[in-house]
């Protein structure tokens, strides 16, 4: 089966090279997107230099709209969502993922950081569902408003897993973390960010009730 990575990325120039070498390496991935979501750094130019096809976007519209994009562009039979400001990813991680789906055992794998750091491990050890580390089949995504998500597309994803009857499976990614919002803003302005991101995903769990 074939797999498109589409890795939605704002301002993480720093970052997403990183996580497009790790994707260029995977020869199960035959096609790498980054949606660049109207960026104000070199985000774009860093994931084309790496190997990504990059779909530029104006404006901000936030994760659900860029995912979106990128869903539009991608090929794949499979789809695979990755964050832009993972660290440590690695081709093991990338095909942990991926297998279940490929092998026709589930329909939609979530990753869950392991051993990575205490702060986002335990994050996704009480919220598993928010994780963006996810590999779905490219069917179990049709119809779906992802645009109006904003951040609550990973709370959009597993509604339509629940609704549909999927067969999800969660898959432990070890030693795997990311950059946090209070990292790359700041103390205030991180979290404030978080705060506008959990509103997102409670505006999105209410629409999709």
């Known amino acids: 089966m074939t797999?498109?990575?589409?890795v939605p990325a704002y301002n993480e120039g720093p970052r997403v090279g990183h996580v497009v070498?790790?994707?260029?390496r995977c020869t199960a991935v035959?096609?790498?997107?980054?949606v660049d979501d109207g960026s104000?750094?070199?985000?774009?130019?860093?994931?084309k230099s790496h190997g990504a096809t990059v779909v530029s976007l104006p404006c901000n519209v936030g994760k659900g709209g860029a995912v979106a994009r990128g869903v539009e562009a991608a090929d794949g039979e499979i789809i695979l969502?990755?964050?832009?400001?993972?660290?440590?990813l690695t081709e093991d991680h990338i095909m942990a993922l991926l297998e279940p789906?490929?092998?026709?055992?589930?329909?939609?794998?979530?990753?869950?950081?392991?051993?990575?750091?205490?702060?986002?491990?335990?994050?996704?050890?009480?919220?598993p569902w928010l994780s963006g580390q996810r590999a779905v089949r490219r069917e179990a995504l049709a119809g779906l408003e992802l645009d109006i998500s904003r951040f609550g597309v990973e709370a959009v994803?597993?509604?339509?897993?629940?609704?549909?009857?999927?067969?999800?499976?969660?898959v432990k990614l070890p030693h795997l973390t990311h950059v946090m919002k209070e990292e790359k803003m700041g103390a205030v302005k991180g979290v404030t960010e978080r705060a506008k991101m959990y509103w997102e995903v409670?505006?999105?769990?209410?629409?999709?009730?």
């Open 81 to 88: 969502l990755l964050d832009a400001d993972l660290i440590g």
């Open 202 to 209: 409670v505006k999105s769990l209410v629409h999709w009730e």
């Open 157 to 170: 994803l597993t509604r339509r897993a629940k609704n549909l009857g999927l067969k999800v499976v969660e």
């Open 101 to 127: 789906v490929m092998s026709g055992s589930a329909d939609m794998s979530v990753g869950l950081f392991d051993d990575g750091r205490v702060a986002t491990d335990l994050a996704q050890a009480i919220t």
């Open 40 to 47: 104000q750094d070199d985000t774009a130019e860093v994931a």
């Open 3 to 6: 797999v498109s990575a589409v």
């Open 21 to 24: 070498s790790a994707l260029v």
């Open 30 to 34: 035959h096609q790498v997107i980054v």
